[in-house]
């Protein structure tokens, strides 16, 4: 079992996607990161997307100057992104698939099928000092590619728990919610620290949070959301105390 804190990681893109929406420089991601910093969120997540449709790449370095919390860059497994993260050196890398049609990360890497694209880019990652997370399916096949690829960490995508939970599905609900537990117990059984992120919300949080394995939640679009009515500082200590209780 892990440390019983449950590290909060802040994704900070749809900061980025609103200062877009009109191309100036409000609001700007890196006030946000220095509020996460603030009221003790444990670290920032940015997604530099190949379109660039809301980190931008001068934001990597800001967010890194601003606090002293990690960044986790979530990147696509691309030649172009393994470059800037070598540059940037964040704490960590969270390689995640990507489509540039896609309106959000639809589901998980495919580790397992894409075995022999990935070795290089978690080879030279972890040389580098990054420490390499595979964001894939609460899924044994997957998380036993993470293993065989030698990925220290693995964050699960829990869209299927959440996309249940927003349709009610009681059932469902609780066969995805089984699926990341048993899967985090796994990976902690085989020595890979396990987070979990997308899609959480203060609604569907607390089961997850349960989760006695779980190093990490990372959370995003849900409290930029919240931050337009109750401010950032608020939702994030809010979703800190719910996470918090459910341990
Ligand atoms: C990989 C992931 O889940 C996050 O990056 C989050 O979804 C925010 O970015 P997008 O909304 O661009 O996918
Ligand atoms: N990796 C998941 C993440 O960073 C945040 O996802 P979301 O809360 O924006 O859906």
Redesign the pocket.
């Known amino acids: 079992m892990q440390d019983s804190k449950l590290r909060l990681g802040v994704?900070i893109?749809?900061v980025a996607t609103i200062r877009n929406a009109r191309g100036g420089d409000h609001p700007d991601p890196v006030r946000a990161a220095e509020i996460v910093s603030a009221v003790g969120g444990d670290g920032i997540t940015a997604?530099l997307?190949e379109d660039r449709?809301?980190i931008r790449d001068d934001d990597l370095k800001r967010i890194q100057d601003a606090t002293d919390l990690p960044l986790n860059l979530?990147m696509a497994a691309t030649d172009e992104m393994l470059a800037i993260a070598l540059a940037h050196r964040p704490q960590a890398a969270c390689i995640?698939p990507e489509k540039r049609e896609e309106r959000?990360?639809e589901g998980g890497l495919d580790a397992a099928g894409q075995h022999n694209h990935l070795q290089r880019y978690v080879h030279e990652l972890t040389e580098a000092g990054i420490r390499v997370s595979l964001?894939i399916e609460p899924s044994e096949r997957q998380l036993d590619a993470a293993l065989r690829l030698g990925a220290p960490v693995v964050e699960f995508h829990t869209g299927e728990y959440a996309h249940a939970q927003l349709d009610g599905d009681r059932e469902r609900l609780a066969s995805e919610l089984k699926r990341v537990s048993d899967m985090a117990a796994l990976a902690a059984k085989n020595g890979i620290e396990p987070h979990a992120?997308?899609g959480l919300t203060y609604e569907n949080v607390q089961p997850i949070a349960a989760i006695p394995q779980l190093a990490e939640l990372n959370i995003?679009?849900y409290l930029v959301g919240e931050a337009v009515f109750v401010g950032l500082e608020n939702a994030v200590r809010r979703m800190r105390e719910l996470m918090d209780e459910a341990r």
């Open positions: 994704n893109d749809h997604h997307r449709r809301h979530e995640v959000t990360t964001f992120g997308h995003g679009h």
